[in-house]
């Protein structure tokens, strides 16, 4: 297989992985932010962040906002509302 072909395989694995951790964090929205960053380092806003900064790296128009809303299925501040929990 061609180094072209190895990349654009890695690349399409890579986001499926992506789109999976998603999915995942969407049927699971009982783990709280906090916990993600007290057991793993990172959180959903975290994704977000980094999902905005690969965007803008490339020339792609986004902002924070905008990547949370990718991040979390919808507005961060419906999702708050209807899933964070209080500390």
């Known amino acids: 297989m061609s180094d072209a072909k190895n990349d654009a395989l890695r690349t399409e694995l890579e986001a499926a992985a992506f789109r999976r951790l998603l999915r995942h964090l969407d049927e ?3 783990v709280q932010n906090i916990d993600l960053m007290e057991l793993a380092g990172f959180c959903r806003n975290c994704l977000a962040k980094w999902y905005a900064a690969e965007a803008q790296e490339r020339g792609v ?5 905008q990547a949370r809303e990718r991040v979390y299925g919808m507005p961060y501040a419906e999702w708050k509302e209807k899933y964070q929990t209080p500390r």
């Open 28 to 30: 699971n929205k009982q």
């Open 61 to 65: 128009a986004m902002d924070y906002e």
